[in-house]
């Protein structure tokens, strides 16, 4: 089985085994709450996986405590609504929706909020 190397971003690691794309939420100290770093970071590596036909489907995982918290309301707190809507804030979970390879959220621990929707936009929980 061929195995790539870890690749460590600032909030998701990655790491392909065989044909398959695994990808980790990796902000363990506050239960890999979802702020928008997190966000970018993921729908890149997934749109890369996506556009790589050696790779079959994509494993997201956070850890044995909590797959995702939800949204990180220490960046939300900042935000108004207007603001909000004028950045297209949620635009990045659109995007890996439309992800064409199939998505598996391994799901351990919390999936609470967006980390619960985040989930259900995969193909297979």
Request: net charge negative.
């Amino acid at each position: 089985m061929e195995q790539y190397g870890i690749v460590k971003m600032k909030h998701i690691q990655t790491e392909t085994i065989g044909r398959v794309r695994l990808i980790q939420l990796n902000r363990p100290k506050v239960l890999n709450a979802l702020n928008e770093c997190l966000a970018g970071e993921l729908l890149n590596a997934a749109q890369e996986a996506d556009a790589d036909p050696s790779i079959g489907a994509i494993l997201l995982y956070g850890n044995e405590k909590a797959f995702a918290a939800g949204a990180d309301i220490t960046e939300l707190v900042s935000l108004d609504p207007i603001s909000m809507h004028n950045s297209n804030y949620f635009s990045n979970w659109d995007e890996f929706s439309a992800i064409r390879t199939p998505k598996i959220a391994a799901v351990s621990g919390f999936a609470l909020g967006g980390g619960c929707e985040l989930a259900l936009i995969c193909d297979v929980i």
